[in-house]
């Protein structure tokens, strides 16, 4: 699969004669055949969330969902009687997926010209393909980790978080201190670098370099001295986030590289890049170690370059670590560390910077 056809992260069903045979309105009673209802369940299995777009009453169709036992496997539902591009952008939005990652299949050709005409960059598929989808690449993703086979439950925790975070009376830093955040920083297991290397397909908007390390090349650096591939979870009251981040640093005693750091965009409102760079500012500066990083611009990652610019980094030729040269094409930031405080609104546990194998909470 070529880079312009990234893996699907989101698939909006139509319901009449795509998802169902027939028309609720006209038919009154719709069924789902077996072959659809396998494809329905092996995408949530494979991490590809799904939604719906369609033209019908929104609690009837809603109802006929649950009576078939698949309202479970749907978020953000757009059952209504507008445009079907504007159900499908208002969908990405609320995920924050790029719409290069969303796909949308119908049975109307009015209607998928429509969302092509509207939004160019979401695939189209008809309806007679639905049977067809597991077998194609961009809905095969190369690796499926616990994360993904959970993604939809995750999305759903976010949801609810939320709308909770709409209903709160008070400041947001209050309220990210109420649902009681806890990041945890730790070296890479060998049963983790999957979802590792998921991240690095997956995320782009905070993806630093845009680079994708493969899992035989992350597996070789768990045992290297010189490297330290950090994994970053969350949780939190509602449930946990699951795997959220990924660092991959090089060190010697003078200088600690960040070759890799990307984040997912669900967590980009609790401040989690903030966070991991402060406390690895923190730990560099207790290490006594200068810090450079490669930044590389993509067409999507402007949030990661200002969120370097924010923690202080600034822009250097490398002259005076040139073993610290970054690729073609990418630039070299680095920063002279201080001591940092941990965060108000979270916990944070993290590597401890004496013990290799131990994890402490960041005080």
Partial sequence: MS????????????????????????????????????????LDARGVLQAVSSRNDHDEAWVRLEELGLAEYFVLPQINWGPKSESVRRIAERLNFALTTIAFIDDLPTERAEVAYHLPDVRCYPAEQAGALLGLPEFSPPVVTVDARRRRQMYRAGFERDQEREQYQGADEEFL????????????????ITRVEELTLRTSQMNATGVHYSDAALRALLDDERHDVLVVSMSDRFGPHGAVGVMLI??????????????????????????????????????????????????????????YRFAGFTTTDCACLASFAPPEGTECLHLEPVRQDPPTTMRVIAPDPHVRAREVEWR
């Fill in 250 to 307: 090089e060190k010697t005693p003078q200088v600690w590289r960040i070759k890799l750091l990307a984040t997912s965009c669900r967590v980009v409102s609790f401040g989690a890049g903030a966070v991991l760079l402060r406390w690895l500012t923190d730990a560099a500066a207790r290490a006594g170690a200068h810090l450079v990083a490669d930044f590389r611009r993509t067409e999507r990652n402007r949030m990661m370059e200002v969120a």
């Fill in 3 to 42: 880079e312009a056809q990234p893996v699907v992260k989101c698939l909006i069903w139509d319901l009449d004669n795509t998802l169902w045979h027939g028309t609720l309105v006209e038919d009154g009673h719709v069924e789902v055949d077996d072959v659809i209802r396998k494809v329905i369940v092996e």
């Fill in 177 to 192: 201190r109420s649902l009681d955040l806890e990041m945890r920083i730790g070296r890479a297991r060998d049963e983790e």
